[in-house]
């Protein structure tokens, strides 16, 4: 039985490591919550942008709470390094997603950076926000086999409502 | 065992031997004789000791084979067949993808779990565009508002869903790609 854990093994291991130190990793993902929260829609590589959406969600979880809750206070102070982001968070952002179980933001992989590195690259965005979007929801065509059924169907249904 | 015997029939002879065997008595045993030796006659042959102790520490110069590092290295040249089913073998081939797709805005090719590049473009710059407006509208940093955003284009009025929100206005036609909610 292995009682102690070998150097190079990181089976389960959730976190990714990023920065200098796991106070420079909290630091950077802080940076680009707040990045988020002001400008609704974030273009950033894809491994800081999965590691921080968790971090995000849970962040407005905790605002849903209210900004009466100490501890919510709390985690909007920490989290959010611009003092007036946190009003936007409880009086903006906590009343878009009340009707929301979770999931509020949009994480989608773009073309990598155009730099020497070719970085896999991601936009964040959280939803509801006033900008263009980013993909627009296609239907099928109307061609489709399937979807002639279906219109036949429904003018059958109308012609027998109808007499 | 060594046989030790001296016999010789001429004193003159008898010298010399001794003079030769002297010398190289002296050669074999440098330690035990110094500069002259004792006289040697006829003696009984006996039985010398078994190891005659030669010089422990002369190796002489280690050979060229010994002290070179060996180190591994081809003995045939590789035939140009061999080489290229080595170079040719799939495994170094480039892996062909097959998760690129048109996009079916702008049919620009763009893969399959990825955006658009074309698309994806279009929509910085018009963000871009906004976020201008909203940075002249709120006229300094840390002035996020408190109220929701909302953007209308050029003709258009806010209906009555954008009752308490910030409006932004840009200066064109509202784009085919950004509906109105």
């Known amino acids: 039985m292995r009682l102690s854990v070998a150097a190079a093994i990181s089976h389960g291991r959730v976190y990714r490591r990023f920065g200098l130190s796991p106070r420079s990793r909290l630091d950077l993902l802080r940076n680009l919550v707040t990045a988020l929260v002001r400008h609704e829609r974030i273009e950033t590589p894809w491994a800081r942008a999965d590691e921080m959406r968790g971090y995000a969600e849970r962040l407005i979880d905790y605002a849903k709470r209210g900004d009466k809750d100490e501890r919510a206070m709390r985690m909007a102070d920490f989290w959010l390094t611009e003092k007036d982001l946190i009003h936007k968070l409880f009086k903006v952002l906590a009343p878009r997603f009340q009707p929301h179980a979770g999931s509020y933001t949009r994480l989608l992989q773009i073309p990598n950076r155009d730099g020497l590195d070719r970085a896999k690259m991601a936009v964040i965005e959280l939803k509801g926000n006033p900008l263009p979007p980013l993909v627009r929801p296609r239907r099928d065509s109307d061609r489709t086999l399937l979807n002639q059924l279906l219109k036949g169907y429904r003018q059958d249904v109308q012609r027998a409502r109808g007499t | ?181």
């Open chain 2, 1 to 181: 065992a060594v046989l030790v015997l001296v016999h010789s029939p001429l004193p003159r002879l008898r010298a010399l031997l001794q003079r030769c065997w002297g010398r190289l008595e002296r050669g074999l045993w440098p330690a035990v004789f110094g500069s002259q030796s004792p006289p040697w006659g006829p003696a009984l042959a006996v039985q010398g000791p078994a190891l005659v102790p030669q010089g422990i520490s002369d190796a002489g110069a280690p050979s060229l084979l010994e002290t070179v590092v060996w180190m591994a290295a081809p003995k045939q040249r590789r035939t140009i067949e061999v080489n290229r089913c080595r170079r040719r073998n799939p495994n170094k081939l480039i892996e062909i993808k097959r998760n690129i797709d048109v996009c079916p805005e702008c049919g620009n090719l763009k893969q399959k779990h990825v955006l658009c590049g074309y698309c994806y473009a279009k929509v910085k710059e018009e963000t871009r565009l906004i976020r201008m407006e909203i940075y002249k509208k709120e006229g300094g940093p840390f002035n996020a508002p408190t109220a929701e955003t909302v953007v209308l284009y050029e003709g258009e009025k806010p209906t009555e869903k954008d009752e308490g929100k910030r409006i932004i206005e840009r200066a064109r036609k509202r784009p085919s790609w950004f509906v109105q909610n």
